[in-house]
């Protein structure tokens, strides 16, 4: 893991460590031969051959552009060139996190196991990375709720369900069509097969008294015996649809700012932000970490003290969902009685299903006390329990990073039918694709408004990207 006590830099470089020792080896060996006469001996003849053996795996090694690698895999990663000789202990444990990944990548290993590889990394990050997956050629594993990025950079599905493994050569969204037409046939196979076992016993019942046909009872009778059952896989949730409760009605500008800004003692997270969100907006806020997303989300709060002049306006009832909602739960409470709690109207009848859907299903998960749950865990009962509160703003701070894509999407479709205001801080791109219309893009010390989804951003923010390279 990252150690402190080096530079952000000098830790990453630590990805080619054994080239230096293999350096150091090389010339240790070279001294010795210097220092040795005894031209003619077995010893000398193979230290000769391990020396120009060690060099050789060297040189072929191409080591001259090591550091512009260093740099290009620490700024494709997030890090701005001022991080590159910070202190790694600065950094909070979402961006060691990243210094871990960039050792990694940089090592070149043979196959590169990741696991949910993107939870800490940013838009822009993330299809940095992508892109070097994509063009370094090896092998990848990848373990991840993050719908686009594994649709992107894999060729073949492998799904665990029901104690069985299945094998698809094709990515995310082709499996999904070929395992919806694996349900049917099974469907069908299981269909067919019930209705021949209940015409068997039938069979069985109506003659077993007959001695005319006892063979065909007990031929009967040992068939069923030896009859594999077949199995359908399980059902898909999201025949749960989550509807939030009705939103009161809010004044038509729920959040307004005029100059606003951020900053600690000399360091300027934003300033002057002017933006005006109407009710009814879907919004996201994008952009590298540590550029103030979730800083304005608490000025919007009123957690912490700011420039400028932010309004919330007239009947604002917000709902706030960041990380740390999980720690203000009760935990004498167990699952189930969290969201009894809280739960009105028609959803009551619902609550195991939408236990289910938030990966608690089975009664064992249900009637665990909060206290013995995990912080993924306690992260995504922390959700739901805001879900179904009457609010009229939702704000959402990387509210995907514990959910499975099942999910994602039962709580994606329930924002698009929510009739309240949504801000939502969020990497995950398909999560917002289709659920916002305006795009707050952080960044330089400024937050620039898009009219628009989140791929036509990407696009544009793309394409100025490689005309400002082209200048």
């Known amino acids: 893991m990252t150690e402190d006590g080096r530079t952000v830099f000098e830790e990453t470089a630590q990805a080619f460590t054994h080239l230096h020792q293999m350096e150091a080896e090389i010339d240790r060996l070279n001294r010795e031969l210097e220092t040795r006469t005894d031209y003619e001996s077995d010893s000398y003849m193979e230290l000769i051959e391990k020396v120009s053996a060690l060099s ?13 690698d260093v740099e290009k895999a620490l700024l494709g990663l997030g890090f701005t060139r001022e991080d590159f000789a910070r202190q790694t202990s600065d950094f909070s444990g979402g961006w060691r996190m990243r210094i871990e990944l960039a050792k990694l990548l940089l090592q070149k290993p043979d196959v ?15 299809q940095w990375l992508e892109d070097f997956l994509i063009n370094n050629g090896k092998a990848v594993i990848v373990i991840s709720h993050d719908r686009k990025f594994v649709d992107n950079i894999t060729t073949r599905t492998i799904e ?21 037409e694996r349900r049917e046939q099974q469907q069908k196979a299981y269909d067919e097969q019930q209705k021949f076992i209940a015409e068997t016993r039938e069979f069985i019942e109506r003659f077993k008294g007959t ?19 077949l ?25 307004t700012m005029e100059g606003v800004g951020k900053t600690y003692g000399d360091h300027v997270v934003f300033k002057n932000a002017n933006l005006t969100i109407e009710r009814g907006d879907k919004v996201a806020f994008v952009g590298k970490n540590g550029e103030g997303k979730s800083t304005l989300v608490k000025c919007i709060m009123q957690e912490i003290e700011h420039e400028g002049t932010l309004t919330i306006g007239h009947n604002v009832q917000i709902g706030y969902f960041a990380q740390n909602q999980a720690s203000l739960l009760d935990e004498n409470l167990t699952v189930f009685q969290t969201i009894d709690d809280v739960a009105k109207g028609e959803i009551r009848n619902k609550i195991r299903d939408l236990l289910g859907a938030f990966m608690f299903g089975g009664p064992e998960e249900s009637m665990k006390k909060v206290k013995v749950l995990s912080g993924g865990e306690r992260t995504r009962l922390a959700m739901i329990k805001l879900l179904l509160e009457p609010v009229n703003l939702l704000i959402l701070d990387e509210p995907t990073n514990h959910l499975d894509m099942k999910t994602k999407d039962i709580l994606k479709q329930a924002l698009m039918d929510f009739d309240g205001t949504l801000i939502v ?34 696009e544009k923010k793309r394409m100025d990207s490689l005309r400002e390279l082209e200048r």
Do not use: C, W
């Open 56 to 68: 050789e795996k060297f040189y072929a090694i191409d080591t001259t552009n090591y550091e512009e």
């Open 425 to 458: 801080v969020s990497h995950d791109r398909d999560f917002l694709d289709g659920l916002v219309t305006k795009v707050y893009e952080f960044g330089n010390k400024r937050v620039t408004e898009h009219l628009s989804g989140i791929y036509e951003f990407l």
């Open 160 to 180: 665990v369900t029901m104690g069985r493994i299945y094998d698809y050569k094709v990515n995310y969204s082709k499996y999904l069509e070929l395992r919806k």
């Open 211 to 229: 001695y005319s046909k006892t063979l065909q009872v007990q031929s009967r009778v040992k068939m069923l015996e030896k009859l594999e059952l």
């Open 112 to 126: 590169l196991l990741l696991d949910e590889p993107t939870n800490h990394l940013d838009i822009e990050s993330i």
């Open 231 to 255: 199995e359908v896989d399980e059902e898909n949730t999201l025949a749960l649809r989550l509807k939030l409760p009705p939103s009161p009605r809010s004044g038509n500008y729920p959040v």
